[in-house]
């Protein structure tokens, strides 16, 4: 993955896929350190499919039989220094927790999270998310259960909502940068 | 600053437009979004066709979505378009100037890109 925000993309999905009705996205950068937790209220998994997922040959996919979406974070953020770490509890939900050093020379850059969090929203309308990225400069968030509140029936994938959501990050973006 | 102000605006905008769009959905414009469409660049691909739906007023007879590994990882980024009638197109190795000639070509004029088809690319 060429920015972290893909691996962000790629493992929310996850928890869309675990029916997740609310996934917490949180990218804390605190000095050198970037920590991200991916959070949802989805079906969970027991012990032994946590240790399995971080093998690159497990998957619930049947079109073919490698997973890479789980090794794939895990590496990135091991090549920086950090940590990798997912706790799990049937009915309950998955935490998945990366840990990055940022100076490392490995360190793969956040990259357009605005892209990314657009694309879940659009692609899943019906399913919430709330996203915080917390710096020393400030923070930029956005919980689509407040736009949703707003919205009423109107479906979170509308384009013209859409491009607020897009509009709305960028503008908090410029704001803390 | 986006406010909660202009979402009010864009809900009572959208509240009779709603009705219209229950009735779309001509043709199906599927991005693939695992892991391998997302490493291979499907994040840009979807926005393009997203925008130039949106944008191309094309709106009301394409539906853009997401689906997960099609099984040809090797081609992604990988779009599929549906349409009633017709067999299903799949154009591989997707960027978004070439999701830009899908929708002027194939969503707006009918004409299939057979160069982005996997026997062509």
């Given amino acids: ?177 | 600053m986006k406010s909660l102000a202009e979402l009010q605006a864009i809900k009572n905008r959208m509240k009779d437009k709603v009705v219209l769009r229950e009735g779309s959905g001509d043709v199906r414009v599927v991005v693939g979004m695992a892991t391998c469409g997302i490493a291979a660049g499907a994040r840009p691909v979807l926005n393009a066709f997203v925008e130039e739906v949106n944008n191309g007023g094309l709106a009301g007879k394409v539906t853009v979505s997401q689906t997960g590994c099609v099984g040809l990882c090797q081609y992604e980024p990988i779009v599929e378009v549906y349409e009633a009638g017709k067999e299903k197109v799949t154009y591989v190795k997707m960027t978004p100037e070439k999701a830009k000639t899908v929708v002027e070509k194939h969503l707006r004029h009918g004409e299939v890109v057979t160069e982005f088809t996997p026997a062509e690319a």
Wanted: glycine residues 8%; contains cysteine; aromatic residues 6%.
């Fill in chain 1, 1 to 177: 993955m060429k920015e972290i925000s893909l691996n962000i993309l790629d493992i929310a999905e996850n928890s869309v896929k675990a029916k997740a009705s609310l996934t917490e996205i949180y990218v804390d950068e605190l000095g050198d350190k970037l920590t991200l937790t991916i959070k949802d209220d989805g079906c969970g998994m027991d012990e032994q499919t946590v240790k399995s997922v971080i093998d690159p040959f497990y998957t619930t996919r049947k079109t073919r039989k490698v997973g890479l979406g789980i090794p794939l974070l895990k590496l990135a953020c091991e090549q920086t220094g950090g940590k990798m770490s997912i706790t799990s509890q049937i009915g309950v939900g998955t935490t998945v927790t990366a840990v990055f050093f940022k100076n490392h020379i490995d360190f793969t850059p956040l990259g357009d999270v605005t892209s990314s969090i657009v694309t879940l929203i659009q692609g899943h309308p019906e399913t919430d998310f709330l996203f915080r990225h917390t710096t020393e400069n400030g923070c930029v968030e956005l919980d689509t259960r407040e736009v949703r509140t707003v919205l009423e029936d109107v479906p979170l994938d509308t384009y013209e909502v859409i491009c607020w959501i897009r509009d709305n990050l960028g503008e908090q973006y410029e704001a803390i940068n």
